[in-house]
C-alpha cells in the first residue's frame, strides 16, 4: 500500500526482500527524498503483475540496491546514469534483457556491480572504464559477446578493480556469447562461483 510510504521524508534504509507481491512498486517510494539503502531481494510478483526497474529512476540519492533473484520484465533503464549517489548494484537472476546501458559509466561513485546470470546482450559498454572507484564487476552468464574493452582492463592492472568476472572460458550458451578478456579474474559460472542456494 503506497500511502504508507507517504511523508515518510527521513526514511533513509528500506529492506522489501523475501515477499510476495500483488501489486507493482508503488511510486511513493520512488519518491523518498532520503532513501539510500534499497532491497528487494528473493521477490516474488504474482496475479501477472510485470515489475520492470523504471521505479528506481526517482531514487536520486540511493547509494545501495540489491535485488537479486526477483524477476523483472525487460531491461536497465538507461536513466540510471543519472543516479550519482549510487555505488553498489546488485541485479543477478533478475531475467533482464536488453543491452547495459553506457549510462552506467556516468556514475561517479559506483564501485560494486554484480549483473550476473540473466539475458543481457550485446557488447559489454567501453563506458564502464569511466568507473574510476570500481571493485567488483561481474558480468558472467548472460548473452554478452566480443571483448572485455581495454578501457576496464586498465582498472585490473592499476586501478581499485579488484575482481572482474565474464563469460571468457568459452561455455556462453552458444559460441558468440563468450567474452575475449585478458584481465578477468574468473571465467563463467563455475569459477566465479555463481551458486543457486
Given at each position: 500500500r503506497g500511502e504508507a510510504f507517504a511523508g515518510l521524508?527521513?526514511?533513509?534504509?528500506?529492506?522489501m526482500a523475501d515477499n510476495i507481491y500483488?501489486?507493482?512498486?508503488?511510486?511513493q517510494i520512488s519518491q523518498l527524498p532520503e532513501l539510500q539503502f534499497f532491497y528487494m531481494d528473493n521477490t516474488l510478483f504474482i496475479n501477472g503483475v510485470q515489475q520492470d526497474l523504471n521505479f528506481l529512476i526517482g531514487m536520486q540519492n540511493l547509494r545501495e540496491t540489491w535485488m537479486d533473484f526477483t524477476t523483472f520484465v525487460g531491461g536497465i533503464p538507461?536513466?540510471?546514469g543519472s543516479i550519482v549517489t549510487l555505488e553498489s548494484l546488485s541485479l543477478t537472476f533478475c531475467g533482464l534483457t536488453g543491452k547495459i546501458p553506457p549510462e552506467l559509466g556516468n556514475l561517479p561513485s559506483l564501485?560494486?556491480?554484480?549483473?550476473?546470470?540473466?539475458?543481457?546482450?550485446?557488447q559489454?559498454?567501453?563506458?564502464?572504464?569511466?568507473l574510476e572507484r570500481i571493485q567488483i564487476l561481474f558480468l558472467e552468464g548472460n548473452l554478452l559477446s566480443g571483448a572485455m574493452p581495454g578501457e576496464i582492463c586498465v582498472h585490473r592492472n592499476t586501478g581499485n578493480l579488484a575482481m572482474l568476472g565474464a563469460d571468457c572460458d568459452n561455455t556462453g550458451t552458444t559460441p558468440s556469447t563468450?567474452?575475449?578478456?585478458?584481465?578477468?579474474?574468473?571465467?563463467g559460472?563455475?569459477?566465479c562461483e555463481d551458486f543457486v542456494f
Open positions: 521524508n527521513r526514511l533513509r534504509y528500506l529492506d500483488t501489486t507493482n512498486v508503488p511510486p538507461p536513466q540510471m564501485d560494486r556491480v554484480w549483473l550476473y546470470q540473466n539475458q543481457l546482450t550485446g559489454i559498454p567501453t563506458e564502464l572504464g569511466q563468450s567474452i575475449s578478456c585478458t584481465c578477468c579474474t574468473c571465467c559460472q563455475f569459477q
